[in-house]
């Protein structure tokens, strides 16, 4: 059965639009004339990291891709595995991810922008299901787009064992 949308896209596009406008008055206001570096996690957060960027009117931006996984089909697997990241030492950084779930993805890739000796990261995460996150103290994102409810969700970048990426609004399996 063909996944049915939850938003669509119009909605998905203003909104990365505003993110992206924070995003830029944030860095002018807090790192005025630095750097600002994206980790963008793959796979999910290709859709989202591609539009993101285009609303973010900052000169020196760079936008790194970095693989990372802990979903077979719809249950998360209890591990993240997230190679060492390199290159971000005295580095502004901000994390973009598709989804905050469990948490566990954006906390250990938070601690290795942290190891590789980043001087501040913030986080970007498309959806949030606050009520999945495994322990209240769990951190949040900085900048998030929209608020779901605990549904498995595809589409705009988001998969089912890598389906599904390809359709344009964020749906409901
Ligand atoms: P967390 O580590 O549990 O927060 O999981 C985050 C990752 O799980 C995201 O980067 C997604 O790739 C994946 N994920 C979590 N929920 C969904 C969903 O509803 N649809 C597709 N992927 C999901
Ligand atoms: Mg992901």
């Known amino acids: 059965m063909r996944p049915r949308p939850l938003i669509p896209r119009e909605d998905l596009a203003r909104r990365v639009r505003e993110l992206g406008g924070s995003i830029a008055r944030d860095h002018d206001r807090d790192h005025a004339g630095r750097p600002l570096v994206l980790i963008a996690l793959m796979d999910g957060a290709f859709c989202f990291a591609a539009d993101l960027v285009r609303s973010i009117d900052l000169d020196d931006l760079t ?3 970095h693989p990372v996984r802990s979903y077979r089909g719809t249950e998360s697997t209890g591990t993240v595995a997230c190679e060492p990241l390199s290159g971000l030492a005295g580095r502004r950084v901000l994390v973009v991810d598709d989804i905050l779930d469990s948490g566990r993805t954006l906390a250990t890739v938070l601690a290795a922008v942290a190891r590789a000796g980043a001087s501040s990261a913030s986080s970007c995460v498309l959806l949030d299901k606050p ?4 322990d209240a103290g769990q951190a949040t994102a900085d900048y998030i787009g929209f608020t779901v409810p ?3 969700v595809v589409g705009y970048g988001l998969d089912h064992d890598g389906r599904w990426r390809h359709l344009p609004d964020v749906c409901v399996i």
């Not at 009520?131 to 495994?134: E, L």
């Open 131 to 134: 009520m999945r996150r495994v």
């Open 63 to 65: 936008l790194v891709f």
């Open 150 to 152: 605990d549904v498995f």
